[in-house]
């Protein structure tokens, strides 16, 4: 069943603006559509990442006076065009893969993302990230709650978390998502080889599958033991991706190698949690485009061209979106640390063989005298919707589950 | 969880050839192994089910009931006692 445009409008724009949340949107498009097959891929971006320096308004005077050290030099950027407001802008110089898929089309940037009265801590912002809900930053995230509406019972790998600890927005009512940062090393390990290792695992398994009446406690934890034992041969299929790419030193990359072996497996999952660090950049973030935060953004950059170039090489970026977001982003200023402190605005994207890509909202205007570098964008509905996960969602549920987009 | 519970496994590989010394002399069965290592591990209550798993793993060697069976169904029988969840939540 294909949603139409009016359907889209009726259920899914009403169900954001109300519920100020996507899984709803998201799981009913998707189960309207029947599509089990495509994925979400979401990157976190953790620390809080340096927007302005992620993709630049190289030709506005006040990024190079406000910025003099660690500006990134007009020369150097990877120019992607003129926003809707005129602003010429370019992407980090080692972010080239993102040229690349920008190039193709298939990546699409969001501006001056974020919600009002940030208290720019780290923890609130990822938690309120995680709920997409900037009146509470406990209880179940939006992820989670897409989990929650899938049909019982579900799947235990429905979704991967590459990460050792679950980000509030995987936390759900209902469903247990598994954390997996290696598939190489996601098995049952047991004191003795061959057949008895095997009669072991039978014997664990059966053990777990014990309902355990009257104990709920028990019978929880006996089920995330039986879910993990249920997906050990299908996660370790992961690990056996197709060529391996060159570009595959950082740990973030491996975590998209993992994922983009799940994906070529068909492992069955439909959403994917990868995160890297490393983005609190307070001093000493690299001077006219280079030092450490040249670094992460070439880790960026290589590992999510290396994972676009598997998916795509593999026939399967049509059914695959990435995501990518951090919990604020930084001052226009540069500190007197070589650095950038906690802001609000930062910059979105996604990416995938459906992604409408291109620019999507505004560069700030960064004047000494104004602070709208660090304003949010104000998304064109004009509604209140704190979070431009709507933003993000348009291009993302477009390719996702075939929703129109001219909405 | 599945973490936890292979922390177990690491734990009876590194003590296997401890382990099947402690209990070889009260190992003369498996009923007697699995009774002499839930006496020393732990006082979980286990329902039916897993302890008939546990049994059948005990049991599932081919050939005769020796020191060799006892020193690889021991640390079998540990790993799967202190991965269970009756372990983890006494």
Redesign the interface.
């Known amino acids: 069943v294909r949603v139409s445009r009016r359907i889209f409008i009726r259920d899914g724009v009403a169900t954001v603006t109300l519920g100020l949340s996507a899984p709803a949107f998201l799981s009913a498009i998707a189960q309207a559509q029947g599509l089990p097959s495509r994925r979400l891929v979401v990157v976190y971006l953790g620390g809080g990442n340096d927007a302005l320096n992620t993709l630049v308004s190289y030709q506005d005077p006040s990024y190079y006076s406000r910025r003099p050290s660690i500006a990134v030099p007009a020369g150097q950027v990877l120019q992607v065009g003129s926003d809707a407001a005129g602003r010429a802008l370019g992407l980090h110089p080692r972010l080239g893969g993102l040229l690349n898929i920008f190039n193709e089309g298939r990546l699409a940037l969001v501006q001056r993302t974020g919600y009002e009265n940030s208290s720019r801590s780290h923890f609130e912002a990822s938690d309120i990230w995680g709920t997409a809900n900037p009146q509470s930053y406990t209880g179940s995230g939006w992820l989670g709650r897409y989990l929650d509406t899938l049909p019982r019972p579900v799947d235990a790998l429905a979704a991967w978390n590459t990460t050792g600890e679950t980000p509030r927005a995987l936390l759900s009512g209902t469903t247990g998502v598994?954390a997996i940062p290696s598939a190489s090393t996601?098995?049952?390990?047991?004191?003795?080889r061959g057949s008895?290792?095997l009669?072991?695992r039978?014997?664990?398994q059966?053990?777990?599958?014990?309902p355990?009446t009257g104990r709920p406690?028990?019978a929880f934890?006996?089920s995330?033991?039986r879910g993990?034992?249920e997906t050990l041969d299908r996660v370790a299929q992961a690990t056996r991706i197709c060529r391996p790419s060159s570009i595959r030193t950082t740990a973030f990359a491996l975590a998209l190698r993992t994922v983009a072996g799940a994906i070529v497996k068909n492992v069955g999952s439909r959403v994917y949690w990868v995160q890297t660090g490393g983005y609190d950049t307070h001093a000493q973030q690299g001077q006219g485009g280079g030092g450490g935060y040249a670094a992460l953004m070439g880790t960026l950059g290589d590992g999510l061209w290396a994972f676009y170039s598997d998916i795509r090489n593999q026939g399967l970026a049509n059914d695959t979106t990435v995501i990518v977001f951090s919990e604020f982003g930084r001052r226009i200023s540069e500190n007197g640390s070589n650095g950038t402190d906690h802001g609000a605005a930062g910059v979105m994207m996604a990416l995938g063989g459906m992604v409408r890509g291109g620019l999507y909202g505004t560069a700030a205007s960064l004047l000494r005298q104004s602070h709208a570098g660090e304003q949010l964008w104000r998304c064109p509905l004009r509604d209140r919707l704190p979070i431009c996960l709507r933003e993000i969602a348009r291009p993302v549920a477009w390719s996702q589950f075939g929703a129109d987009t001219q909405w | 969880?599945?973490a936890r519970?292979?922390f177990a496994?690491?734990l009876?590989?590194s003590q296997?050839e401890n382990l099947g010394a402690e209990f070889e002399s009260e190992a003369q069965t498996p009923q007697a192994l699995f009774q002499a290592m839930r006496n020393r591990v732990t006082a979980a209550p286990f329902?039916s089910?897993?302890q008939?798993?546990?049994m059948?793993?005990l049991q599932?060697?081919s050939g005769s009931w020796n020191a060799a069976q006892v020193t690889?169904?021991a640390?079998?029988l540990?790993?799967?006692l202190v991965?269970?969840?009756?372990y983890?939540?006494v």
């Open positions: 598994p996601y098995t049952y390990a047991s004191p003795n008895v290792a009669e072991e039978t014997a664990a059966i053990m777990a599958s014990n355990a406690h028990l934890v006996n995330t033991s993990a034992i | 969880m599945l519970t292979n496994a690491t009876a590989a296997k329902d089910v897993p008939q798993a546990l059948s793993y599932a060697g690889t169904r640390a079998g540990a790993r799967l991965g269970s969840a009756e983890q939540l």
